[in-house]
């Protein structure tokens, strides 16, 4: 089980990440906006779920270095630290930079949706690296269970993600009206999200 001093960081620092303008949640707009709820809210959840398949990576990738090597564990750290400030300042030089208009895809079953977005998802590189990133900082070591930590933070991502991805679907409509009111709104969630990835990275790479 995660401590309150894990969850609730990790839950924050998810939503944050998880609603700032990216791919998944700009098709998961556009897709409510063009064909419907439903199609929003079961695309989405494909999206999220498909975020369990990058948490079984993690679970065995990173068990696996830590159970090898310290040095590995402690070079994955590293490397996962500075792609995340690389994804950070990305987002911050070129916040508002992302066009709605190109987020719409063809009009599909729900079922077939939830599906394509699982997919969509799962073999999505940067996703994988993100994940092997994001998820090991949040682990305490000490505590002897990593692989049960990561897969926990995995789960609550994913389930925090469905809940998101899901109410963006529902509220898709009211939601892109008001980001084509007001595109300071985009800007501002962008520089958010960079600041949460370059704090996240450096927490990363000075952490023990």
């Not at 609603?19 to 989405?44: C, E, H, T, W, Y």
Request: glycine share 12%; proline share 5%; hydrophobic share 55%.
């Amino acid at each position: 089980m995660l401590t309150p001093d894990q969850f609730f960081p990790f839950l924050l620092a998810a939503m944050v990440l998880t609603v700032s303008p990216g791919p998944d949640n700009l098709m998961v707009l556009g897709m409510g906006m063009a064909k419907g709820r439903r199609q929003g809210i079961a695309f989405g959840l494909g999206c999220a779920f498909g975020c369990l398949s990058h948490t079984v990576l993690a679970v065995v990738g990173v068990s696996a270095l830590i159970a090898a090597s310290p040095t590995a564990f402690t070079v994955l750290k590293v490397a996962g630290g500075l792609y995340l400030i690389k994804l950070g300042w990305g987002a911050w030089r070129h916040a508002g930079a992302v066009n709605l208009a190109a987020a719409g895809v063809p009009a599909e079953s729900p079922a077939r949706l939830f599906w394509k977005g699982c997919l969509a998802n799962a073999i999505n590189p940067k996703v994988v690296l993100f994940f092997l990133s994001f998820l090991p900082q949040f682990v305490v070591a000490s505590r002897g269970d990593a692989p049960w930590q990561l897969a926990a933070l995995g789960v609550t991502f994913t389930l925090q993600a469905a809940v998101l991805f899901g109410l963006l679907g529902w509220f898709a409509g009211a939601i892109g009206g008001w980001l084509s009111r007001k595109p300071r709104a985009g800007v501002v969630l962008d520089r958010m999200a960079g600041a949460v990835f370059i704090a996240l990275g450096l927490k990363l790479i000075v952490s023990r």
